[in-house]
């Protein structure tokens, strides 16, 4: 006798299991949404920016963005309890609307694939620094030495591959597990270790002499240095930073119970980031500032000032070995992020189990890194779309990043806050986000019309720039 939708979805519910708890999930969420972004370019853009006043800017546009669209993510993820791509298409048909708004998902899964290519061998760079700083290798040297170890890394593509053979291998063995002895096992161990780690490293800031000078530049307002760019780059990074328009929030709602609070959840989510990017830079800046250098010193920043600066200081290795164990766990959670979402797709469509489509999705994601491990070498000289003069010079490593931040997350994004805000039935959505009427209320009217506003932008800013 066949079964019920209702009954079907019961039992595919259970099959894949739930997180075990609000907290498993806002853990889980968290690592994701804390990254390389997070410990490494907001301290720089804050401090390319002026300080307090992006901050402020800033924290207005996670407002405005960054919430309501993980809300609308989270929402697709546990009404469909599929993959993302068959969520979107669910929550579609329910709707009434076309299954084709599940590009939104597609546009996200492809994203998160291509992402996690570079993003793991940007993770390796980190996981070698570990190295690099344990043994001393940074103590009491120059600039040139310190930046002839970045630049002898990125010339050896069999560095580069052994470190970004590492880095997946990590993220495959925790993605294989599933949910509960995987994912949840992993964000219990590894988040609160990297909140232990940046409180450590902000310890240590205080010590620099230099750590109010730190906090009156992050938090006092100076907004004669704050341009237009820094206004449109602080909503680009509050959209992004919350790992929006990659279907992880799709993902990793997929598994929420029915019990939770999707939008308080949420609100805790950017909470709990925007607090350790808060504090990554009060952990950099002391430390930038007792040594002289440039706070908006740009990405090099972690890789060649940040070292050169941990040589000069007392107790200089032993800081700098716990600041790239930070910066690898916190590469760790968000990759993991960014592989659940593909994984999720292969095993509903391939029958090889939750281990054999790890390994199948993490083989392709490490062939498709080494075409960026090349193009840092090998292949710097080959620039695909040299054509067109808008991408003259640019690597595959470049391009690949270009598209996947400033075409394909905002476009999922957009295309998410407009299908939600517009198309799925409000009596559905005050049901499943349990907010009060006027948060409810607030929450439609960004997500109908601030929240598409300001990605389109995003989207046309960073096209253009």
Not at 325 to 341: Q, R
Request: hydrophobic residues 55%; aromatic residues 12%; glycine residues 10%.
């Amino acid at each position: 006798m066949p079964q019920s939708p209702t009954t079907a979805g019961q039992n595919h519910t259970a099959a894949r299991g739930l997180w075990s708890s609000r907290l498993a999930f806002i853990l889980a969420a968290t690592g994701s949404a804390v990254g390389l972004g997070n410990v490494w370019k907001f301290p720089y853009i804050t401090g390319e920016n002026g300080g307090g006043a992006f901050v402020l800017v800033y924290l207005a546009c996670i407002a405005i963005i960054g919430i309501p669209i993980m809300m609308a993510e989270v929402y697709i993820g546990r009404a469909g309890r599929h993959n993302p791509i068959a969520s979107m298409r669910l929550v579609a048909e329910r709707n009434g609307c076309s299954s084709g708004w599940r590009v939104s998902a597609v546009i996200g899964v492809i994203a998160a694939f291509v992402i996690l290519s570079f993003y793991s061998v940007i993770g390796g760079w980190a996981a070698s620094y570990i190295g690099h700083s344990a043994m001393g290798d940074f103590t009491g040297q120059d600039a040139e030495v310190v930046g002839s170890i970045f630049g002898n890394l990125l010339a050896s593509p069999e560095k580069l591959l052994l470190w970004h053979s590492v880095f997946m291998l990590l993220v495959v063995i925790v993605v294989a597990q599933g949910l509960k002895s995987g994912l949840e096992r992993a964000v219990n161990i590894l988040m609160p270790a990297l909140f232990v780690l940046l409180l450590m490293a902000v310890g240590y800031a205080t010590t620099t002499g230099h750590f109010g000078e730190a906090a009156s530049f992050l938090f006092s307002p100076n907004f004669s240095a704050l341009t237009m760019d820094g206004v449109l780059i602080a909503l680009g990074h509050a959209f992004f930073t919350l790992s929006l328009g990659m279907a992880i929030m799709m993902a990793y709602g997929s598994y929420l119970g029915n019990d939770v609070s999707i939008g308080r959840t949420a609100v805790v989510v950017s909470l709990m980031d925007t607090m350790v990017a808060l504090l990554a830079g009060l952990a950099i800046f002391p430390v930038v500032f007792a040594n002289g250098l440039e706070a908006g010193a740009g990405p090099g920043l972690i890789f060649q000032t940040l070292p050169l600066a941990f040589g000069q200081m007392p107790l200089g290795a032993l800081f700098g070995t716990l600041f790239f164990v930070l910066l690898v766990f916190a590469a760790w959670t968000s990759a993991i992020s960014l592989l659940e979402p593909v994984v999720e797709w292969v095993e509903e469509k391939v029958l090889i189990g939750r281990g054999g489509s790890t390994l199948l999705v993490g083989l392709a994601c490490w062939l498709l890194g080494i075409a960026s491990i090349l193009s840092l070498n090998v292949w710097s000289d080959v620039t695909p779309l040299a054509m067109f003069e808008r991408f003259e010079g640019k690597t595959i490593f470049d391009l690949l990043d270009y598209f996947t931040a400033n075409v394909m997350l905002p476009l999922s994004g957009l295309l998410t806050a407009i299908f939600v805000g517009w198309f799925v039935a409000k009596e559905s959505l005050a049901k499943d986000v349990s907010l009060s009427p006027v948060m409810f209320s607030v929450w439609t009217n960004l997500l109908r019309y601030v929240t598409p506003f300001a990605v389109l932008v995003v989207f046309i800013y960073n096209l253009m720039s």
